[in-house]
């Protein structure tokens, strides 16, 4: 097999290092309260200390998660493996070029971020999380944290139940009509 050159600003699928039970688990000492909430609040009064939040934020999530400080976390609907470091950054389930045997087409030597979030959420009872529909990005938030963005509810709608597709009838079954 070729091996693939990684093509500038591509990003890798990013295996996460923590297990996603466990990141279910430090997501329920995340959870929005007054608390948070009122801290969020704050932050966003205090540059200074909006942007040493954010930093620390970043640097944990993107070690443990490979997280690309999208402002729009859909980790939690993922089996904790961040999305965003598809090489095509796809929100809502892999391409259609996903290896057999789970490998991302763009960086073969890596594993499909959403073989690997399937693998993650399924694994810790959370498999119907990845039904969810995730809205697009909005790029505005780009570096921005989206634990006060969570905090502060404006990322309430970022993922929805899909819509059940009708049903289309079959060729066959029409013309004999």
Known sequence: MKKSVPRAGWVKP???????AFSYRMHTLLATNHAYRWLATRLERAPRAYRAFTAVERAS???LYGCRMCGQCALPTTGYACPMTCPKQLRN?????VFP?????VQPEMRCVWVIAHERATRAG????LNLLQRP???REHN?????????GRDDALATPQQ????LPIAKEEASR
């Open 14 to 20: 990013f295996p996460p290092r923590v297990s996603a």
């Open 164 to 167: 059940p597709r009708p049903r």
């Open 126 to 129: 959370h498999g119907s999380d």
């Open 61 to 63: 999530k993107e070690r």
């Open 137 to 139: 990005v909005d790029h």
């Open 93 to 97: 389930g892999p391409c259609g070029g």
């Open 144 to 152: 921005r944290s989206s634990w006060v963005n969570y905090w502060l």
């Open 101 to 105: 045997d789970g490998r991302c087409e």
